[in-house]
């Protein structure tokens, strides 16, 4: 009996995870993830989905922002063009991969970014795979874990 109440929570608990407002799928938005087709503009869908998603509130001369979690199923998202993703995490399911089909262009850009973590994605090509900025220099957290990083024209991982 024990196990079956164990069972029925964590079931509760992963379904209450898949539907919070802060976790937004790609493919909800029409990316495919099959390799083949360009998924920029569905992917751009979902991150302007997330950060409507997100609240700032303001404190003094500082502000707090809300996350948001743009999820990638596991596939092979190929990008035309830079993700632009300020304020936002990404997370990346058996190791799901964004290939930029042009080496001029970055694959994700998060100018500003105060906070975030990106996990679990594999990135292929591109000029700069991650491009980060912040003005400030003693407030900005970004954890990346769990990535790969291929072909990158320039630098797998460049700062502002």
Known sequence: MKLLFVLAFVMASA?????TTFYTSVTDHGAMGN??????????????????RCATVAAGN????????????????????????????????????????????????????????ISGISFVGGRNQIYLNNGNTDKTLVVIEKCQFTAAADAAIRTG
């Open 15 to 19: 379904t209450a995870l898949a539907s």
């Open 62 to 117: 500082d502000s707090v922002r809300s996350q948001a979690i743009v999820y990638f199923p596991s596939g092979v998202y190929k990008i035309s063009d830079t993700l632009n993703f300020s304020h936002l995490s990404a997370m990346g399911e058996n190791g799901a991969v964004l290939q930029q089909i042009d080496n001029t262009k970055d694959i994700l850009s998060a100018d500003p970014i105060w906070r975030g973590v």
């Open 35 to 52: 390799g083949t087709a360009d998924d920029t503009v569905a992917i751009r869908a979902a991150i302007a989905a997330a950060q409507a």
